[in-house]
């Protein structure tokens, strides 16, 4: 499989290199050439399998130049047997035709396991193999940071740094990133909001020198090989539901774009999904792009969802690219004028969006009153990602089954949780003593030479 950067200028890689690279030389992000497409017995082959089997069928063919069939499989296994729950991301039926897919049993609580167990496990493998080594940054709004060190604590091939906005991630979400002792993880409290992380790492990899030097490596969702580890549970979920037999739709709580990005890639792969819902907080500048063809940055407005308090996503461009039938030169210059505070995507191009989209936002409100209302109606506890979730796919009922998204378990987001409900989620006991351990942490300001200058010193020789 071919991997071509989105605004075309880039090499052109297969996947292990796509996957080590993150980010593109030209700024864009890494798609595949084509979307290898299921057959309809081959997808209905899947239903009732093992996730890891899913898993392997799903992503052998986008992987297959990198790996041998039985390490990718000895891979999988490994990346998931942490997983609290033997069905990996278990369904559960909220009401009729209303299902929550409950991708929170991973080590850190967050969907973002699935991706990042499994891009630690590809990344141990394939630098062990080439005797590299690399320096793993990342930008994080609290779910991506800790479910990177969680997967890359203690491997010999990288460092990992993680950039996270001082004061504004959960309680949980900083413990779980702070805590870890192992030598090669180091948290970063940049002093700003998640968007100056964000952009603070995409300085770092255009500033080539840098990049070089200390062996760069992103994994953060521009990173192809997380979105291509999240198409699986569309799969899982979607036949256990019926499919290819029935269609099945999907609402996603959406930040960087890229979970409900997976599930664009689903579809082209042959899953028959009705509608695809990309549900935004009171940060709704998808919502308001996928309704009006106007992309225009605003302030981030901090939420009770902070996983998706946003204004620059980043996996959007991959959306584009695809809706601009792969003119590079066109996401090129929209994302020039991005940077000068928006652009209007054509009329062309916003068709082919909502011929893939809709969108819904729920406000802060709406959001509180969901998980009080899941609670009484279904004894569901939902974190305050989840009920964004719920709140807007009511809006969307109606012919194919609704799968929700879960995307975090309560307990990371304590504070949402008991304020709506009264009830205090408690932590899974396998990790129940995390506000005993130590906390580790270095403050940085927001400011690109002050960050490479602590990713320098800290990282191993
Ligand atoms: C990251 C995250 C999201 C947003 O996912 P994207 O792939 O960035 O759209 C939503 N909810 C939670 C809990 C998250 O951690």
């Given at each position: 499989m071919r991997y071509v950067s989105t605004r075309s200028q880039a090499p052109v890689l297969g996947f292990e290199d796509t996957m080590l690279t993150g980010l593109a030389r030209d700024g864009g992000l890494y798609v595949p050439e084509t979307v290898p497409v299921m057959s309809q017995a081959d997808i209905a082959a899947l239903a009732g399998l093992p996730y890891e089997d899913i898993a392997f069928r799903v992503m052998w063919p986008f992987v297959a130049d990198a790996f041998t069939e039985d390490d990718f499989a000895a891979m999988i296994a490994r990346a998931y047997a942490g997983f609290g729950h033997d069905a990996r991301a278990p369904l559960v039926q909220l009401a009729p035709g209303h299902h929550l897919l409950e991708l929170f049993h991973g080590p850190t609580l967050a969907f973002k396991d699935f991706a990042m167990q499994l891009i630690g496990q590809m990344f141990d493998h394939a630098l062990?193999?080439?005797?590299?080594?690399?320096?793993?940054?990342?930008?994080?709004?609290?779910?991506?940071?800790?479910?990177?060190?969680?997967?890359?604590?203690?491997?010999?091939?990288?460092?990992?740094?993680?950039?996270?906005?001082?004061?504004?991630?959960?309680?949980?979400?900083?413990?779980?990133?702070?805590?870890?002792?192992?030598?090669?993880?180091?948290?970063?409290?940049?002093?700003?909001?998640?968007?100056?992380?964000?952009?603070?790492?995409?300085?770092?990899?255009?500033?080539?020198?840098?990049?070089?030097?200390?062996?760069?490596?992103?994994?953060?969702?521009?990173?192809?090989?997380?979105?291509?580890?999240?198409?699986?549970?569309?799969?899982?979920?979607?036949?256990?539901?019926?499919?290819?037999?029935?269609?099945?739709?999907?609402?996603?709580?959406?930040?960087?774009?890229?979970?409900?990005?997976?599930?664009?890639?689903?579809?082209?792969?042959?899953?028959?999904?009705?509608?695809?819902?990309?549900?935004?907080?009171?940060?709704?500048?998808?919502?308001?792009?996928?309704?009006?063809?106007?992309?225009?940055?605003?302030?981030?407005?901090?939420?009770?969802?902070?996983?998706?308090?946003?204004?620059?996503?980043?996996?959007?461009?991959?959306?584009?690219?695809?809706?601009?039938?792969?003119?590079?030169?066109?996401?090129?210059?929209?994302?020039?004028?991005?940077?000068?505070?928006?652009?209007?995507?054509?009329?062309?191009?916003?068709q082919a969006l909502q011929d893939t989209y809709v969108s819904g936002r729920a406000s802060e409100r709406e959001t509180s009153q969901a998980i009080t209302d899941y609670l009484r109606r279904t004894g569901e506890l939902l974190c305050p990602h989840s009920a964004v979730g719920v709140k807007v796919a009511e809006a969307h009922f109606g012919g194919a089954p609704m799968v929700t998204l879960a995307t975090a378990h309560p307990a990371k987001f304590p504070d949402a949780v008991e304020t709506a409900t009264g009830i205090r989620p408690a932590l899974p006991p396998r990790m129940a003593d995390l506000f005993d351990r130590d906390e580790r942490v270095t403050r940085v300001d927001n400011d690109l030479a002050a960050v490479e200058a602590v990713i320098e010193e800290r990282r191993a020789a």
């Open positions: 062990t193999r080439r005797g590299d080594k690399v320096t793993i940054v990342g930008a994080t709004s609290g779910d991506t940071g800790s479910a990177a060190i969680e997967a890359f604590r203690g491997l010999d091939a990288v460092d990992v740094f993680i950039l996270y906005p001082h004061g504004r991630v959960s309680d949980v979400q900083r413990r779980q990133m702070t805590t870890p002792v192992e030598a090669n993880v180091h948290a970063l409290a940049l002093t700003g909001h998640f968007d100056d992380c964000q952009a603070r790492v995409k300085d770092m990899f255009n500033d080539f020198a840098f990049r070089d030097r200390v062996g760069l490596a992103g994994v953060n969702s521009i990173n192809f090989a997380r979105v291509l580890a999240q198409v699986v549970y569309y799969f899982a979920a979607a036949t256990a539901l019926g499919a290819p037999h029935r269609t099945v739709s999907f609402t996603v709580p959406t930040g960087n774009f890229g979970d409900i990005f997976a599930g664009h890639i689903a579809k082209r792969m042959g899953l028959p999904i009705d509608k695809l819902v990309v549900a935004t907080n009171q940060n709704d500048i998808l919502h308001r792009c996928l309704t009006t063809g106007a992309y225009r940055v605003g302030d981030v407005t901090p939420s009770i969802s902070p996983s998706m308090d946003i204004q620059v996503s980043s996996n959007f461009e991959r959306a584009l690219h695809l809706a601009y039938g792969g003119d590079g030169s066109a996401i090129a210059q929209l994302m020039a004028e991005l940077k000068e505070g928006g652009f209007t995507v054509s009329q062309g191009a916003l």
